[in-house]
T-cell receptor, first 112, second 114 residues
Framework: DQQVKQNSPSLSVQEGRISILNCDYT??????FLWYKKYPAEGPTFLIS?????DKNEDGRFTVFLNKSAKHLSLHIVPSQPGDSAVYFC???????????FGAGTRLTVKP | DSGVTQTPKHLITATGQRVTLRCSPR?????VYWYQQSLDQGLQFLIH???????AKGNILERFSAQQFPDLHSELNLSSLELGDSALYFC?????????????FGSGTQLSVL
């Protein structure tokens, strides 16, 4: 069951522009959301997170927005840099569960 | 370096065989998670152990089993292997079991079943 969905398998943007990666979820019990970045031949690494009590969290060039009513979150990267090229996974967890669910990932390519 | 160690990095085997994947969590982490990433698939949650006890099960096949040992390292056993079991298997660890904890991932074991 795909409780976390990333409907765009890939995204290509120009260096310096904004990258917007989207994620939808179906489980209303999710209360914590995370984004992970994965480079080839490496495991995913944590990027940024947001609690369900907030609607925005910012860390440098990365901002995550949460719309609970729409069960949607997005990751904004601005300005995008070639080093940001990677696969980005959206993840969600619920306090009454002991597992974290991941989306299928979006491959971001930032062109110089 | 995440501090999570997975061995082996690559494993090639034949259908019907059995393999064991090993994971050592970050120092101090009590939780170990196993995930499977197949081609074009996201990270599928398999199982979660905390301090030696199973805490949650995901889409783990009956042919697969796992355990966490007293020294907190974990092993994922895959038996009666099929071609479709070919995937990248990740182990992750965290301090506890709270939903607001981030996971630290190993670099994965690439399993190829021929």
């Amino acid at each position: 069951d795909q409780q976390v969905k990333q409907n765009s398998p890939s995204l290509s943007v120009q260096e310096g522009r904004i990258s917007i990666l989207n994620c939808d979820y179906t489980n209303s019990m999710f209360d914590y959301f995370l984004w992970y970045k994965k480079y080839p031949a490496e495991g995913p690494t944590f990027l940024i997170s947001i609690s369900s009590i907030k609607d925005k969290n910012e860390d440098g060039r990365f901002t995550v927005f949460l719309n609970k009513s729409a069960k949607h979150l997005s990751l904004h990267i601005v300005p995008s840099q070639p080093g940001d090229s990677a696969v980005y996974f959206c993840a969600a967890s619920a306090n009454n569960n002991n597992d974290m669910r991941f989306g299928a990932g979006t491959r971001l390519t930032v062109k110089p | 370096d995440s501090g999570v160690t997975q061995t082996p990095k690559h494993l090639i085997t034949a259908t019907g065989q059995r393999v064991t994947l090993r994971c050592s969590p970050r120092s101090g982490d009590l939780s170990v998670y196993w995930y499977q990433q197949s081609l074009d698939q996201g990270l599928q949650f398999l199982i979660h152990y905390y301090n030696g006890e199973e805490r949650a099960k995901g889409n783990i096949l009956e042919r697969f089993s796992a355990q966490q040992f007293p020294d907190l390292h974990s092993e994922l056993n895959l038996s009666s292997l099929e071609l479709g079991d070919s995937a990248l298997y990740f182990c992750a660890s965290s301090v506890g079991t709270l939903s607001n904890e981030k996971l630290f991932f190993g670099s994965g074991t690439q399993l190829s079943v021929l």
